[in-house]
């Protein structure tokens, strides 16, 4: 049993990148003491590298590299005078930093700062991890299950690589990850012949090289795209018909919708009414393909998109027999193999970690959270965390359409960081010499 943390993050990639780089500046810069613990199952940055399936690593990130952990480097918000120290030090993580480091800048920019890998983004978060230090931890072990602790705080079991089982307490704790696939109705017969969005890469070497296969591919977002390309350099023979619940969309991208993600007090956005919410992500996050995956596909006369809703996958001989709502009516199609890229579910993934006593107490402090229908709107405070829940509970990819839609993805991880981070000066913020002139307490 170690020391409590003041928060523990379950997960090592992309957010708990930008919260380790967040605490290590305001320790680094002696502004506060605050104790913060990473616990990863795998190596820090693993689903960007192709470890956890999802992607193999090759294929391209749907947004630039430059908004990266300090984005969008506006931490006045959330910490008042000390905001512009911060961002300052913020630099010293950030993309540009990176490259220089890698002494790659230069040959970056002159190629016109082009878009990147998953893997290359994923070096970029391993590096980040690697140099924010000051107050960090970094616990190698997989959690198993979590529960309510002594005094309010959070009770982590750890399974972990140099001992049997740990346990670690934290007065706040911050979920991570992008959840587990969504269930995709099926015939147990037609397993055999489907893929998963979150399926190792490796297993779509089933997939025979030496015949025409057809695939289908369920899904209207990124996942789905991604899967299309990567299966389209895989397999360059096979043709490829991506079904979608309704028609296939672009993801708006202008400065409009950027602003949206990067900065969502500016438009207002926990104050607009839900409907427009939804709208705005179903249009510009959820269920929507980027473009410039897209344009690499634009021409490829062996891919096809069906629209309508798919509702059953049955066996079919050696494969699969596709239902789905078209709007002509239902129709059906034959394929070789299915790919279930209709989304993650990052309820389901949390559900397995707090057992039924912990989830039923957590809804007993704060209301319904487990069991809603997914049309239900989850309640999130400012911090990320489940509105009303001590201690808190910060789970920012659930929390998008309350707080803003940046918040679920890699829209505004710096901003992620102040609004989890800045609830934990409060009670750690270190005495300054007097007369420094800088405020001793943040807003
Ligand atoms: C392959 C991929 C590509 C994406 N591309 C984009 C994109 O281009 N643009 C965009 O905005 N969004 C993208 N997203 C969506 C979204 O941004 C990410 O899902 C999310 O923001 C990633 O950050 P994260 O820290 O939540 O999760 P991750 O970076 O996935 O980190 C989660 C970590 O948790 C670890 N872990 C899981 N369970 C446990 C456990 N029980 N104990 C300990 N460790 C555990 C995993 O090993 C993993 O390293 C992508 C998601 C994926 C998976």
Same mark, same amino acid.
């Given at each position: 049993?170690?020391?409590?943390?003041?928060?523990?993050?379950? &997960?090592?990639?992309?957010?708990?990148?930008?919260?380790?780089?967040?605490?290590?500046?305001?320790?680094?810069?002696?502004?506060?003491?605050?104790?913060?613990?990473?616990?990863?199952?795998?190596?820090?940055?693993?689903?960007?590298?192709?470890?956890?399936?999802?992607?193999?690593?090759?294929?391209?990130?749907?947004? #630039?590299?430059?908004?990266?952990?300090?984005?969008?480097?506006?931490?006045?918000?959330?910490?008042?005078?000390?905001?512009?120290?911060?961002?300052?030090?913020?630099?010293? @993580?950030?993309?540009?930093?990176?490259? /220089?480091?890698?002494?790659?800048?230069?040959?970056?920019?002159?190629?016109?700062?082009?878009?990147?890998?998953?893997?290359?983004?994923?070096?970029?978060?391993?590096?980040? /991890?690697?140099?924010?230090?000051?107050?960090?931890?970094?616990?190698?072990?997989?959690?198993?299950?979590?529960?309510?602790?002594?005094?309010?705080?959070?009770?982590?079991?750890?399974?972990?690589?140099?001992?049997?089982?740990?346990?670690?307490?934290?007065?706040?704790?911050?979920?991570?990850?992008?959840?587990?696939?969504?269930?995709?109705?099926?015939?147990?017969?037609?397993?055999?012949?489907?893929?998963?969005?979150?399926?190792?890469?490796?297993?779509?070497?089933?997939?025979?090289?030496?015949?025409?296969?057809?695939? &289908?591919?369920?899904?209207?977002?990124?996942?789905?795209?991604?899967?299309?390309? @990567?299966?389209?350099?895989?397999?360059?023979?096979?043709?490829?018909?991506?079904?979608?619940?309704?028609?296939?969309?672009?993801?708006?991208?202008?400065?409009?919708?950027?602003? !949206? @993600?990067?900065?969502?007090?500016?438009?207002?956005?926990?104050?607009?009414?839900?409907?427009?919410?939804?709208?705005?992500?179903?249009?510009?996050?959820?269920?929507?393909?980027?473009?410039?995956?897209?344009?690499?596909?634009?021409?490829?006369?062996?891919?096809?998109?069906?629209?309508?809703?798919? $509702?059953?996958?049955?066996?079919?001989?050696?494969?699969?027999? /596709?239902?789905?709502?078209?709007?002509?009516?239902?129709?059906?199609?034959?394929?070789?193999? !299915?790919?279930?890229?209709?989304?993650?579910?990052?309820?389901?993934?949390?559900?397995?970690? @707090?057992?039924?006593?912990?989830?039923?107490?957590?809804?007993?402090?704060?209301?319904?959270?487990?069991?809603?229908?997914?049309?239900?709107?989850?309640?999130?405070?400012?911090?990320?965390?489940?509105?009303?829940?001590?201690?808190?509970?910060?789970?920012?990819?659930?929390?998008?359409? #309350?707080? &803003?839609?940046?918040?679920?993805?890699?829209?505004?991880?710096?901003?992620?960081?102040?609004?989890?981070?800045?609830?934990?000066? !409060?009670?750690? $913020?270190?005495?300054?010499?007097?007369?420094?002139?800088?405020?001793? #307490?943040?807003?």
């Amino acid at each position: 049993m170690s020391a409590p943390a003041d928060l523990l993050v379950v &997960g090592g990639g992309a957010k708990a990148a930008a919260v380790a780089a967040k605490v290590h500046a305001i320790n680094a810069l002696g502004l506060a003491r605050i104790a913060l613990t990473i616990v990863e199952a795998n190596r820090p940055a693993a689903s960007w590298m192709g470890l956890n399936g999802m992607t193999s690593g090759d294929e391209p990130l749907a947004i #630039t590299p430059i908004k990266d952990v300090g984005f969008p480097y506006e931490s006045g918000g959330a910490f008042g005078e000390l905001g512009a120290e911060l961002d300052r030090a913020m630099l010293g @993580f950030s993309w540009q930093s990176y490259m /220089l480091d890698r002494g790659g800048f230069a040959r970056w920019v002159n190629a016109g700062s082009p878009g990147i890998r998953h893997r290359d983004y994923g070096a970029y978060l391993a590096w980040v /991890l690697a140099r924010a230090t000051a107050g960090v931890r970094i616990v190698h072990g997989r959690v198993r299950r979590i529960g309510l602790g002594a005094e309010d705080r959070w009770s982590v079991e750890v399974a972990q690589a140099d001992a049997e089982r740990a346990r670690h307490e934290a007065h706040a704790l911050l979920l991570t990850g992008s959840g587990v696939h969504r269930h995709l109705p099926h015939d147990p017969d037609a397993a055999p012949w489907m893929f998963h969005c979150d399926d190792k890469r490796g297993e779509f070497t089933r997939i025979p090289a030496d015949r025409r296969t057809e695939i &289908g591919i369920v899904g209207g977002g990124e996942g789905a795209l991604s899967c299309l390309m @990567f299966l389209r350099a895989l397999r360059p023979a096979a043709r490829l018909t991506v079904h979608t619940p309704s028609l296939p969309l672009s993801r708006g991208e202008s400065f409009l919708e950027n602003r !949206v @993600f990067s900065d969502p007090d500016s438009v207002g956005w926990s104050g607009l009414d839900l409907a427009t919410r939804r709208m705005f992500v179903a249009q510009c996050d959820r269920g929507v393909f980027g473009p410039d995956g897209l344009a690499a596909i634009s021409y490829d006369d062996q891919c096809r998109f069906l629209t309508g809703r798919v $509702v059953h996958l049955g066996a079919d001989g050696e494969g699969v027999r /596709l239902d789905y709502a078209s709007p002509d009516g239902p129709r059906a199609e034959r394929y070789d193999y !299915v790919v279930n890229c209709t989304g993650f579910d990052l309820l389901e993934q949390l559900r397995g970690l @707090f057992p039924p006593p912990v989830r039923a107490e957590i809804e007993r402090r704060s209301g319904p959270l487990w069991d809603l229908p997914s049309s239900t709107e989850l309640r999130f405070g400012r911090g990320l965390e489940v509105e009303g829940l001590w201690p808190r509970l910060h789970i920012p990819g659930l929390a998008g359409l #309350t707080q &803003g839609p940046g918040f679920a993805n890699l829209g505004c991880l710096g901003l992620l960081a102040d609004r989890v981070v800045a609830p934990l000066m !409060v009670g750690n $913020v270190a005495e300054r010499p007097v007369g420094d002139g800088r405020a001793a #307490t943040p807003v």
